[in-house]
């Protein structure tokens, strides 16, 4: 029998011949409760993909919420359907899938039992929904080249996942309790039947071509370009993927989200381009949410290549990915070779990071990183880690514990270049807390990391209670967040302590927060926070109190606000955030931000003002047009990005970027830089 058109109907007679799958549980609001709503699941495969289509019906179909129509789309305003798949029956790692009525539809990895969720992963998978007066429906078509599978299994991990948005509900069909997440593969459910299924080649081809004109209005200079170039991956085995590209090019990627700093610490920018986006959860090093803003250390951190200080690019003239995920380990190896840029001669950089698994959750490893993006001779960064997680803690309860030690081997470095974890996470529904220890040596230079600040000793925890409560009031949240900072000798630098005595979370889906935050700084230095604006050497504390509100994203407008204000430092300081979103149907989405800070000192007063504004037109699933637009009154610079994304098919797609920025000076507004880039690329799969 052929296999299923993909196009949202379930009408193909395929679907007639399939089990249906309808045993699904509520996990909330009402945990263990009955679905609001019917739904049923059929799964079909043939020799090249498995066939997943889900009937979402529904007695009030005018109340489904689908707004979302774009690729990768962020789906939490709409209805969704996910699917999980271990197609090597791990339980541990998983492919992720989603969709919702309007058609938006995104994936991701899903590594270190869901701890690791990576949905900046493209895999080529097909997948469509309709909607009708009996609900939505929705099919998937997934490749066996996509996600891989064990030649010799006969069963896979599977489980699938409803939001009913408008009741801020969701059902689940395996393991439905809260306190076991829908992305941990070890809580899936089996697909049975999927034994003698023939490996792929797995094979896929992407050449691509790029042009480009950019021209500096300041300098009057102007630049034509043209290049090609090819990316390559290729299933070497089942479980081991292997990824090439020459002449990289990242012509398509969004311009960076420009944030406020009052601190004396760099800021963290996250990374955005595809290449190293790729497969990135093979090389995360440390406990669940460390590589992400906040952390204390980061060994491995892939902005560091093809990006200098102030994120300007400079040219990679190959790159080699390897990746591997076996029975019992991860491996991934990474080595770019980057071209010459000004007096910087091109370098070689290089990373390998490998982690086994240990009893049923647990897993050591290691990680080492080779070269400088900076030239400046021979650097190491080498560290262990090791993270142990129960889920019967207790009878039913989850416990971690993370460790490891990282140290840096540089040409230039010195002493006491080495630094220490431990941390304690105790996660569960209602109640969840956290204690941490981190050691930062003076010298510790990752020169492929990031690292905000050294000779460190940090202490931090978090104490939450959350009670469940059915009714309007869904759930309510207490907590205590202190963290305290110094040096090696014992010497205070840093201390926060937040106290939030209520947050509200609401049925409807809206939250209200209050907190008191007292901070303490510690500066043995002058401090320069703004232009002209000094805070001397000196020991300083003061309170600030917060309030938020966040209304739901389920209706067609929503919104978040913040005011936090108090002392700060020797003087006052006030802190305004806001934000809205507006979609008005499944075509627009609609989203200004606005960011204020008033800081009055005795050393001077300043005000900063940070706005963005971002709207998506989405055509149709495979068409998409984004204009973001950005100002800050420290830069005085206005940036547009606009980006034109056309999915021709699945893995093959075409852009068109426009970036421009303009200068503030006086009431006028001078053109400064803009370039324009169109870039086509086209994969063969074998």
Same mark, same amino acid.
């Given at each position: 029998m052929p296999a299923p058109v993909v196009d949202g109907r379930l009408d193909d007679p395929i679907w007639d011949l399939c089990h249906v799958i309808d045993e699904f549980v509520q996990v909330l609001p009402i945990e263990g409760g009955e679905p609001s709503q019917r739904t049923e699941v059929r799964v079909a495969y043939d020799e090249e993909a498995i066939y997943i289509g889900v009937a979402c019906l529904d007695d009030r179909p005018d109340l489904i919420r689908g707004t979302q129509m774009a690729r990768d789309a962020v789906l939490d305003?709409?209805?969704?359907?996910?699917?999980?798949?271990? +197609?090597?029956?791990?339980?541990?790692?998983?492919?992720?899938?989603?969709? @919702?009525?309007?058609?938006?539809? @995104? /994936?991701?990895?899903?590594?270190?039992?869901?701890?690791?969720?990576?949905?900046?992963?493209?895999?080529?998978?097909?997948?469509?929904? +309709?909607?009708?007066?009996?609900?939505?429906?929705?099919?998937?078509?997934?490749?066996?080249?996509?996600?891989?599978?064990?030649?010799?299994?006969?069963r896979w991990g599977f489980n699938v996942r409803r939001f009913i948005r408008r009741n801020s509900e969701s059902v689940r069909w395996a393991s439905p309790e809260r306190r076991l997440g829908f992305f941990e593969a070890n809580s899936a459910g089996f697909l049975d039947g999927v034994g003698g299924l023939e490996p792929v080649l797995g094979l896929?081809?992407?050449?691509?071509?790029?042009?480009?004109?950019?021209?500096?209005?300041?300098?009057?200079?102007? /630049?034509?370009?043209?290049?090609?170039?090819?990316?390559?991956?290729?299933?070497?085995?089942?479980?081991?993927?292997?990824?090439?590209?020459?002449?990289?090019?990242?012509?398509?990627?969004? *311009?960076?989200?420009?944030?406020?700093?009052? +601190?004396?610490?760099?800021?963290?920018?996250?990374e955005k381009r595809d290449f190293f986006l790729e497969d990135s959860g093979a090389f995360f090093f440390g406990p669940p949410?460390? $590589?992400?803003?906040?952390?204390?250390?980061?060994?491995?951190?892939?902005?560091?290549?093809?990006?200098?200080?102030?994120?300007?690019e400079t040219p990679i003239l190959a790159a080699a990915k390897l990746t591997s995920r076996g029975d019992g380990y991860t491996v991934g190896v990474l080595d770019v070779q980057t071209g010459d840029a000004g007096d910087l001669d091109g370098q070689n950089l290089s990373v390998a990071r490998a982690s086994f698994d240990l009893f049923e959750q647990s897993d050591v490893g290691g990680i080492v990183t080779w070269g400088d993006p900076a030239g400046d001779g021979r650097a190491v960064t080498y560290g262990a880690d090791l993270n142990l997680r129960t889920d019967d803690?207790? $009878?039913?309860?989850?416990?971690?514990?993370?460790?490891?030690?990282?140290?840096?081997?540089?040409?230039?470095?010195? $002493?006491a270049a080495n630094a220490v974890l431990f941390e304690l996470d105790y996660p569960n529904d209602e109640i969840q807390l956290e204690t941490k220890y981190v050691e930062i040596g003076a010298d510790l230079d990752p020169r492929l990391g990031f690292v905000p600040r050294t000779d460190i000793r940090r202490w931090a925890g978090t104490y939450k209670w959350e009670p469940r409560i059915n009714g309007t009031i869904r759930?309510?949240?207490?907590? !205590?967040?202190?963290?305290?900072? %110094?040096?090696?000798?014992?010497?205070?630098?840093?201390?926060?302590?937040?106290?939030?005595?209520?947050? &509200?979370?609401?049925?409807?889906?809206?939250?209200?927060?209050?907190?008191? &935050?007292?901070?303490?700084? *510690?500066?043995?230095?002058?401090?320069?926070?703004?232009?002209?604006?000094?805070i001397p050497a000196g020991d300083y504390d003061w309170w600030r109190y917060s309030a938020s509100l966040a209304s739901s994203d389920k209706r067609e407008v929503s919104g978040t606000l913040s005011l936090v204000l108090g002392d700060f430092y020797e003087g006052d300081r006030l802190d305004l955030s806001t934000g809205i979103e507006w979609r008005p149907n499944r075509y627009i989405t609609l989203d200004l931000d606005y960011v204020y800070r008033?800081?009055?000192?005795?050393?001077?007063?300043?005000?900063?003002?940070? @706005?963005?504004?971002?709207?998506?037109?989405?055509?149709?699933?495979?068409?998409?047009?984004? !204009?973001?637009?950005?100002?800050?009154?420290?830069?005085?610079? *206005?940036?547009?990005?606009?980006?034109?994304?056309? &999915?021709?098919?699945?893995?093959?797609?075409?852009?068109?970027?426009?970036?421009?920025?303009?200068?503030?000076? $006086?009431?006028?507004?001078?053109?400064?830089?803009?370039? &324009?880039?169109?870039?086509?690329?086209? %994969?063969?799969?074998?």
């Open positions: 305003p709409d209805d969704r359907v996910e699917i999980l798949i271990d +197609t090597f029956l791990t339980r541990r790692d998983a492919h992720w899938f989603q969709i @919702g009525p309007a058609g938006g539809k @995104g /994936d991701a990895l899903l590594t270190k039992n869901g701890s690791r969720f990576d949905k900046n992963w493209d895999g080529i998978f097909d997948a469509a929904s +309709t909607w009708t007066d009996e609900g939505w429906f929705c099919e998937f078509a997934i490749p066996y080249a996509t996600t891989g599978f064990a030649p010799d299994a006969e896929d081809l992407k050449p691509f071509v790029v042009a480009g004109y950019s021209r500096d209005d300041e300098s009057g200079d102007r /630049d034509h370009s043209g290049d090609a170039g090819l990316d390559l991956f290729w299933r070497v085995r089942p479980q081991t993927k292997l990824a090439l590209s020459l002449n990289t090019d990242f012509a398509e990627t969004e *311009v960076d989200a420009r944030q406020v700093n009052l +601190t004396r610490f760099p800021l963290f920018f996250p949410g460390a $590589g992400q803003s906040g952390s204390d250390l980061i060994p491995f951190f892939s902005r560091r290549i093809g990006l200098d200080a102030d994120g300007s803690f207790l $009878g039913d309860r989850s416990l971690r514990f993370s460790s490891y030690v990282v140290g840096t081997d540089n040409e230039d470095g010195g $002493g759930a309510l949240e207490f907590a !205590i967040d202190p963290s305290i900072v %110094t040096d090696r000798e014992g010497n205070t630098e840093s201390e926060r302590l937040r106290l939030q005595p209520l947050e &509200i979370d609401l049925e409807s889906g809206d939250e209200l927060s209050l907190s008191a &935050i007292r901070e303490r700084e *510690v500066l043995d230095e002058d401090f320069e926070i703004a232009d002209g604006v000094t008033e800081v009055d000192l005795p050393q001077g007063a300043f005000d900063v003002h940070l @706005g963005r504004a971002r709207i998506d037109w989405t055509f149709t699933p495979q068409l998409a047009w984004s !204009i973001f637009a950005q100002y800050d009154n420290g830069s005085r610079l *206005v940036g547009l990005n606009s980006r034109l994304r056309w &999915i021709i098919e699945p893995g093959s797609e075409a852009f068109f970027v426009l970036n421009q920025d303009w200068e503030a000076t $006086g009431g006028d507004y001078a053109p400064r830089d803009s370039a &324009i880039a169109g870039k086509l690329g086209w %994969t063969f799969r074998f």
